[in-house]
Nanobody, 121 residues
Framework: QVQVVESGGGLVQPGGSLRLSCAAS????????MGWYRQAPGKQREPVAT???????HYADSVKGRFTISRDNAKNTVYLQMNSLKAEDTAVYYC???????????????WGQGTQVTVSS
């Protein structure tokens, strides 16, 4: 099994910054894509940013130029630096990990429990 744990959410004023972290642990053979999704009240979960094992990144149009995703392969960790935060960024942010189980060829998708980000004055 693989565990995914996020941290770093909280309350911030508009224009402020937050950094989210997500660490994967457990029976990991290799990790493919890691990413962040978010779900605002009454809305569907949407992708925010993803990073592949070769560090290729992709961002939602709404966060381009403000958010930066990065990963530390040695620590099985992915980060999301969020700058110039807006009220519409308020949501629960979920970490997603696509990993191959150790000793097998099987890929699975794993999700963290979510961390709340609230942007408000």
């Amino acid at each position: 099994q693989v565990q995914v744990v996020e941290s770093g959410g909280g309350l911030v004023q508009p224009g402020g910054s937050l950094r989210l972290s997500c660490a994967a642990s457990g029976s990991i053979g290799s990790i493919n894509t890691m990413g962040w999704y978010r779900q605002a009240p009454g809305k569907q979960r949407e992708p925010v940013a993803t990073v592949t094992s070769s560090s290729s990144t992709h961002y939602a149009d709404s966060v381009k130029g403000r958010f930066t995703i990065s990963r530390d392969n040695a620590k099985n960790t992915v980060y999301l630096q969020m700058n110039s935060l807006k009220a519409e960024d308020t949501a629960v942010y979920y970490c997603h990990v696509n990993a191959v189980t150790y000793g097998t060829w099987y890929e699975n998708n794993y999700w963290g429990q979510g961390t709340q980000v609230t942007v408000s004055s």
